[in-house]
């Protein structure tokens, strides 16, 4: 977690750094790594290059071999381990490989249409038959038989990515590159229609997992976790965030800054909603975001008041104003859950 320095008033000073910088790249693999290995995939943690056309291969070879795992009784510990070693090994690909890995996803783990028509029609051939207990017994296996074809081979996957410890931050990211793939793709591509359904696929299973009952409100003040702060003045999108004076200010006297969180991302705000308490309403929103007040309103629109430096005084509170709503994480977007929070908030 980063830490911030204190000037001479007690404002922490932005650090230079960022709190999670990305791996330094250059030519030169590290030291010790044998990249010709086949078994050998690079993590956040080792890799000091730009990943190759190999890397990409070595990720869906990687991939192949764990979906191959689903219908084995191979250890969990083991299914485990390779898909820690797969996120990381995706994580440190350029975009354009991880495209390329998107996509054989999509086209080659997905429903196996030809098992689904010999299931369907092994299906409709018992329903012929003269129905019995026996008969009823078979037609509910064929269903289940069929059920299961019907899941894509990658849902098994993200189930078993959303496990692992941040496993459920790597899927929301996971999301918004396959969101960004499909932006880019042509609609008359015949790769369009399996993206689409590899997107579809993963938004349902995070709208569940992201439901409402599952989310956490927190209100944040200048004591909450540096992290938490830093993270909040890099997600603003609507008033950018100048410095940490300017940050101080925004959940100090007389704002109120509220973040939805999840207990599997407890540390990532997803929705940051920020509230200005007043006198009156503001008349522009300029007014708000600049005053130097700790009221949240030009100085002239309440002549004679004066108020307390370090205390609120609920008796000046007339009204509270919603100026900035921001949704941090791409890949949640369509996501049931945040849209209702964006249609309460703006109703």
Request: charged fraction near 25%.
């Amino acid at each position: 977690m980063a830490t911030g320095e204190r000037d001479n008033n007690g404002v922490r000073k932005l650090d230079a750094k960022r709190l999670s910088a990305a791996p330094s790249l250059s030519n030169d693999s590290q030291a010790g790594q044998d990249n010709s290995n086949p078994d050998y995939y690079p993590s956040s943690e080792n890799i000091k290059r730009p990943s190759t056309v190999e890397d990409e291969q070595r990720v869906k070879n990687l991939l192949k071999e764990i979906l191959a795992y689903r219908e084995t009784n191979v250890s969990s510990w083991i299914v485990e381990s390779k898909v820690k070693n797969l996120c990381a090994a995706y994580k440190c690909l350029l975009k354009t490989h991880r495209d390329g890995v998107l996509k054989v996803l999509a086209s080659d783990h997905a429903v196996d249409h030809q098992m689904v028509c010999k299931a369907a029609t092994s299906l409709i051939h018992i329903e012929q038959k003269h129905e019995n207990e026996s008969n009823r017994r078979q037609i509910m296996k064929a269903e289940e038989w069929l059920k299961n074809l019907l899941t894509p081979q990658y849902s098994w996957l993200f189930i078993h990515m959303g496990r692992l410890e941040r496993g459920v931050k790597f899927l929301v990211d996971l999301r918004t590159d396959i969101l960004a793939v499909i932006s880019e793709m042509d609609v008359e591509d015949p790769a369009m229609v399996p993206m689409q359904q590899l997107n579809l696929t993963l938004r349902e299973m995070l709208s569940l997992w992201f439901s409402v009952g599952f989310l956490n409100l927190e209100r944040i003040t200048w004591r909450s976790p540096c992290e938490m702060l830093q993270k909040i003045s890099e997600y603003e999108a609507v008033h950018p965030v100048r410095n940490w004076t300017d940050l101080k200010r925004r959940v100090g006297l007389y704002r109120r800054c509220f973040v939805y969180t999840h207990s599997s991302m407890p540390d990532e705000p997803l929705v940051v909603l920020h509230t200005a308490l007043s006198d009156e309403i503001a008349r522009s929103m300029k007014g708000i975001v600049s005053a130097t007040s700790r009221m949240s309103v030009d100085a002239s629109a309440c002549p004679g008041m004066l108020l307390d430096t370090h205390t609120e005084d609920p008796s000046c509170v007339k009204a509270a104003i919603f100026y900035s709503i921001t949704s941090t994480q791409k890949g949640l977007q369509v996501c049931e859950t945040i849209n209702i929070f964006f249609y309460v908030c703006h109703t």
